[in-house]
């Protein structure tokens, strides 16, 4: 682990000999002329710094800033702060509800019995940080009261990466962490267990892609009731990496073979570029649509194609990846008008369309993922030292910086500094015809945030602010491999916004915004469960020692459930691409 690394670390400090130096003697003359011209090189310093300082934008300003290793940590322990704060006002109002309204004071349920949607997605990070009494109380309830046995139709995606991802990952980080096992740890995997087989009744389909729901109690897979029955693509192919860690730690492979066949499915119906459709059909296993976007519907399927190889080492999936890779290269990054930010654009009528300049907050996801599949979760000077490194990885890397710029743009331009669901950016009408015959490019973006509020343009229906965590969940990832300052910075200015427009009366909890650009912002009386699962933890994360769940050891689910990487032995990948379909 990286905490062993450090420790060498320290170990080598002790090893080095100090050195005895003589201070120089100088006589007095010579001494103040010295310091005379030290006083003036300094002064000259100073005001060529100054001047130069008022001529950058405010955002590159922090990259002179160092911010000491002491204020760190109290910029972590406000975020605990935070996450106590929420979770005490739900234990207070609404304990074992699947929902919060921080307004009322009031919780709801999703179930008969409740499926423990807050409790069970804020488990590990309690554990992160160490937030032991808490847990305690989460644990018992779960031990009490959870059971899945119940006459509910639940959505497969959500159920999987909340539940089925927060109960594994509460598992493995149990038998990690010092101060978080008890004797009732086995009561996440036992529950995991259940779950997951009431789950494996959505992949019962004729072509083997999961049903949109599941009845739990009768585990019986139930078609989208909207879409003309077709299931989300993302929904559909972001259950592996769970079902995977579940095949690992279990021994049975049923888990494994049934999410590893949805990629075979889609791999095998031919996707030019790497670019998918985002509805999918269960019975044909066939699209349903043209439609390509990296937002909702589509985003979480390029996640876990990188994330997938990262968790096996399956090469598969890396190839895969950087198929997809180059295809949102070529034609979807397109420049704004007046900035020349580059954004990741839509095709609603597929490749060969004209672009639309929608880009949903869920897109955030992408820098992220991006960085960890140039580096493989190294650092980038690490990886810029290795022999696979190459023109290609550093413009990747390239493209990545841009599009975190573009994401803390979402949050800068408003007037809470909170960023909407949804940006429509300004752009040429040239950048918005089909990029099919067009090289792949970047554009030279300005860091002039007046220019900025110029290119985003946020309309009122997509106005809200949903406590999503994807720009911090990049902003975390790209500190850990860049080491720029200006990530962390960036993230603490979005906690700030959040502390200062999100917050309810008294402290007790925070609450979803129905519009960023309102002062003061009106409320939607609801506390998502990612607030607690993703938001804060990647913030606290971002603030945390580099040592803290490192990326070379554990992957991410799409809703920061921890789990660790895994070499490939008990099980294989099972299929191979057909390339003569997607050329």
Not at 32 to 57: D, E, G, H
Not at 86 to 106: L, N, R, V
Not at 374 to 399: C, F, H, I, N, Y
Not at 546 to 557: A, K, R, W
Request: glycine share 6%; hydrophobic share 40%; charged share 25%.
């Amino acid at each position: 682990m990286a905490g062993s690394e450090c420790n060498r670390k320290h170990g080598a400090s002790r090893h080095l000999r100090a050195k005895t130096v003589r201070p120089p003697i100088y006589a007095p003359s010579v001494a103040r002329k010295n310091l005379s011209v030290a006083v003036a090189i300094t002064f000259a310093v100073s005001l060529v710094l100054w001047l130069y300082s008022q001529t950058i934008p405010s955002s590159l300003k922090w990259t002179w800033l160092r911010t000491p290793p002491e204020e760190w940590e109290d910029r972590r322990q406000q975020v605990k702060d935070a996450f106590v704060t929420s979770w005490d006002a739900y234990s207070k109002y609404a304990w074992g509800y699947d929902q919060f309204h921080p307004i009322s004071k009031k919780g709801s349920m999703m179930s008969p019995k409740g499926l423990g949607w807050i409790i069970v997605d804020s488990l590990d990070t309690m554990m992160i940080m160490n937030l032991t009494s808490q847990l305690t109380h989460a644990r018992l309830w779960l031990h009490r009261k959870l059971d899945y046995d119940q006459d509910q139709d639940v959505n497969t995606f959500e159920t999987t990466i909340r539940m089925l991802g927060g109960l594994l990952s509460a598992h493995y980080l149990s038998t990690l962490l010092p101060g978080v096992s008890s004797r009732r740890d086995n009561i996440y995997l036992s529950k995991a267990v259940d779950l997951a087989d009431r789950l494996l009744s959505a992949y019962d389909s004729p072509s083997g892609i999961p049903y949109a729901s599941i009845h739990l109690a009768s585990r019986r897979g139930i078609r989208s009731h909207a879409d003309g029955g077709a299931s989300s693509t993302a929904e559909a192919t972001t259950l592996q990496l769970e079902m995977k860690h579940l095949s690992n730690i279990t021994g049975n492979d049923i888990y494994w073979r049934k999410a590893a066949k949805v990629m075979e499915v889609l791999d095998g119906i031919g996707i030019p570029d790497g670019l998918v459709p985002i509805f999918v059909e269960p019975h044909s296993g066939s699209f349903t649509t043209r439609e390509i976007r990296l937002g909702s519907r589509g985003d979480s399927y390029y996640e876990y194609l990188i994330k997938q190889y990262l968790q096996t080492s399956e090469t598969i999936y890396l190839d895969m990846w950087e198929e997809a890779l180059a295809g949102i290269q070529k034609h979807l990054i397109i420049p704004t008008k007046h900035a020349k930010l580059n954004i990741v654009a839509e095709l609603p009528s597929g490749i060969g369309g004209a672009l639309s300049p929608k880009m949903d907050h869920l897109v955030c996801f992408l820098p992220g993922s991006i960085a960890l599949g140039v580096t493989d979760g190294l650092t980038e000077a690490e990886a810029r030292r290795l022999p696979s490194w190459s023109a290609e990885k550093a413009q990747q890397m390239k493209l990545a910086r841009e599009l975190t710029k573009t994401c803390w743009g979402m949050y800068k331009v408003t007037e809470t500094g909170i960023a909407p669901e949804i940006v429509w950016f300004r752009t040429d009408e040239a950048s918005l015809q089909s990029r099919s015959n067009k090289p792949p490019s970047l554009a030279r973006s300005s860091n002039s945030e007046a220019i900025w509020k110029e290119d985003y343009d946020i309309k009122p229906l997509d106005a809200h602010n949903l406590q999503r965590p994807e720009t911090v969940e990049s902003l975390f990832v790209m500190w850990r491999i860049t080491k720029d300052p200006i990530y962390r910075e960036w993230g603490w200015e979005i906690f700030k916004a959040f502390q200062k427009h999100s917050i309810v009366g008294l402290g007790e909890g925070y609450s979803s915004l129905n519009n960023v650009n309102a002062i003061p912002p009106p409320r939607r009386d609801n506390m998502e469960s990612f607030w607690l699962a993703e938001t804060l933890k990647y913030l606290y994360l971002l603030f945390s020692p580099d040592d803290v769940l490192p990326l070379t050891e554990v992957v991410f689910n799409t809703e920061a459930h921890v789990l660790p990487r895994i070499s490939l032995g008990k099980f294989k990948t099972g299929w191979e691409r057909k390339r003569e379909k997607r050329n």
